[in-house]
């Protein structure tokens, strides 16, 4: 593609109360049903039905992750939506 | 002039009424609250996982699974929510107007069969001859998520069975405090979400060839999983936008109540003052008469 590369990406992660994450990252990663998926900006398109595991999640400043349980995302490449719930067992 | 017993009497049978659409009002803001919470809460998800069905749906092949398949509306279902309970001013009125004016268009080319959720909505469609797939009555207000994900069940078992071509909605969507906004929407065949009446014609949004996507794992297993899960979820989302309407109805509709009631008690005591005044000077007038009388003899 000639097309110039995004620099972020404009992750959602929403689920059924409220959206947790709403932000610009330079990279995530994100649990598939076949083990993790890093994503940087400029990705191809994707379908993922996402399995338990960690979203991980990194901007310029710091690194954050959640835990989810299940779900399914949808990546552009200058945009990743997440539809997933929390894995209530991790909840501290 | 009326009887000062009469105009206490109707103040304080207003009072009554005006306490009781006061009471009715603070049950109603209460309950409103508590449904708001949870469709501002989960409003992110039912208005954004339309998108990411809709991509899905766009680019899966038609035949891979029996919920997308499209055929000729011969046999539709109509869903209508409502409430079991009135006074909530043109809440239930406007819905069963317009979700009637559709379904009526509708049985001109197809069987039309509904499912009713809420004693309004029996009542309503107990005078036309529309055929009854299911109905709840007098039980919105015990209705759950649980109840909602068996409904989009059977709607699904419906419509994998040929039994049906098309699944409609009519339901009231929380708009504002001030009115609700009724919305008419497709549920089955799963395609593009919206407005029926709005995205008519529009046609469906396409996303360019570039954009194909790769699916993770293989298209199959994921549309399986993603649709009906998505169709419960619009189930949940219709029902809960319809209840938080409901509550907010209701709410203004007592709030007016009772500023009426203020208002016409204003009016009553008024002329009862008036009244009371008016007996008060004749009685004075009477005695002073009598005085001068008895003063000249």
Request: charged residues 25%; aromatic residues 8%; neutral net charge.
């Amino acid at each position: 593609m000639s097309e110039t590369l995004p620099l972020s990406l404009k992750l959602r992660v929403i689920t059924s109360r409220e959206v947790l994450v709403d932000e610009q990252v330079k990279e995530v990663s994100i649990p598939s049903l076949e083990g993790c998926l890093g994503i940087l900006p400029g990705h191809r398109s994707l379908l993922v039905a996402l399995g338990k595991g960690v979203i991980e999640y990194r901007n310029s400043q710091s690194k954050k992750h959640v835990t989810v349980k299940g779900g399914y995302a949808r990546v552009h490449p200058e945009s990743v939506l997440v539809f997933t719930d929390p894995d209530e067992d991790e909840l501290r | 002039m009326p009887a000062l017993i009469d105009l206490r009497k109707r103040i304080k049978s207003v009072r009554n009424t005006q306490q009781i659409t006061q009471a009715m009002k603070s049950v109603s803001t209460v309950k409103y609250q508590k449904a708001q919470r949870i469709v501002l809460e989960s409003r992110p998800k039912w208005h954004d996982s339309p998108e990411l069905v809709s991509e899905a749906v766009f680019w899966a092949p038609r035949f891979l699974h029996p919920l997308l398949a499209k055929r000729e509306e011969k046999k539709v279902v109509g869903i209508v929510f409502t409430s079991d309970k009135g006074l909530a001013g043109a809440f239930n009125a406007n819905l069963l107007e317009r979700a009637s004016a559709f379904f009526t268009e509708k049985a001109e080319t197809s069987d039309v069969r509904l499912i009713l959720i809420g004693k309004k909505a029996v009542m309503f469609f107990k005078k036309t001859e529309f055929p009854v797939l299911r109905s709840y009555f007098g039980q919105v207000h015990k209705f759950t998520a649980e109840d909602c994900h068996n409904l989009a069940q059977f709607l699904m078992e419906l419509y994998v069975l040929n039994k049906t071509d098309a699944v409609y909605v009519a339901y009231n969507e929380f708009k504002s405090i001030l009115a609700p906004r009724v919305v008419i929407t497709k549920l089955l065949p799963v395609e593009f979400f919206g407005d029926v009446e709005k995205t008519e014609g529009a046609g469906e949004k396409t996303w360019p060839e570039g954009q194909r996507p790769d699916w993770e794992p293989e298209a199959l297993p994921l549309i399986h999983s993603l649709l009906p899960h998505h169709v419960e979820n619009q189930m949940v989302h219709f029902f809960f936008e319809s209840s938080a309407a409901e509550h907010a109805a209701r709410m203004m509709a007592m709030d007016n109540a009772t500023k009426n009631a203020e208002e016409l008690i204003d009016d009553l005591t008024l002329v009862l003052n008036k009244t009371r005044q008016a007996s008060i000077t004749r009685e004075l007038l009477e005695i002073m008469s009598a005085v001068e009388a008895l003063a000249k003899k």
